[in-house]
Structure formats: C-alpha cells, structure tokens
C-alpha cells in the first residue's frame, strides 16, 4: 500500500465534523483517500487500497474489502 501522500484539505465544518481528505497518487488503488469523524461518534474511512470502512458510533462497523466483501459487526449482539 501507497505511504506517500500529499494533504488536499481537511478541516472542521460549523456542526464540529472532521475531515481530511490525502492525494496518494496514481500508483494508489484509491488515490483520492479521505475520512471523516462526526460529533455523534460517528467516522468514516475511504483508503487509498480501496478499502472502507464505517463505524456508526455505537458499536457497529463496516469494512468493505478492496474486492467488495463486506464483513459487519455489531456492538449491540452478546457473546457467550
């Protein structure tokens, strides 16, 4: 994976939200990589192997492989 990068912007909007958004150029399967992080806990990641990954600040999460596989989990299920 890519460690180059260059910044393109990041910043705080009005409602206090996070964001930053890498330049990791062409040899990059996702050049344009950014993530995001909310107030509710709430953050986002779009990587620049073309992986995501979301977590909705409760415990639950979703990564999404370069391939398209999908694996969630939840914070709310019980594990004996």
Do not use: I, V
């Not at 260059?6 to 150029?25: F, P, V, W």
């Not at 909310?38 to 992986?51: E, K, T, V």
């Amino acid at each position: 994976m890519p460690e180059d990068y260059t910044y393109k912007s990041s910043g705080t909007n009005s409602q206090g939200n996070h964001y930053c958004a890498r330049d990791y150029g062409s040899s990059a399967s996702n050049s344009n990589s950014y993530h995001y992080s909310n107030q509710d806990g709430s953050y986002y990641y779009s990587n620049s192997n073309g992986s995501t990954y979301y977590n909705d600040g409760a415990g639950n999460s979703t990564y999404t492989a370069p391939s398209g596989d999908s694996t969630s989990s939840s914070g709310n299920s019980s594990q004996k």
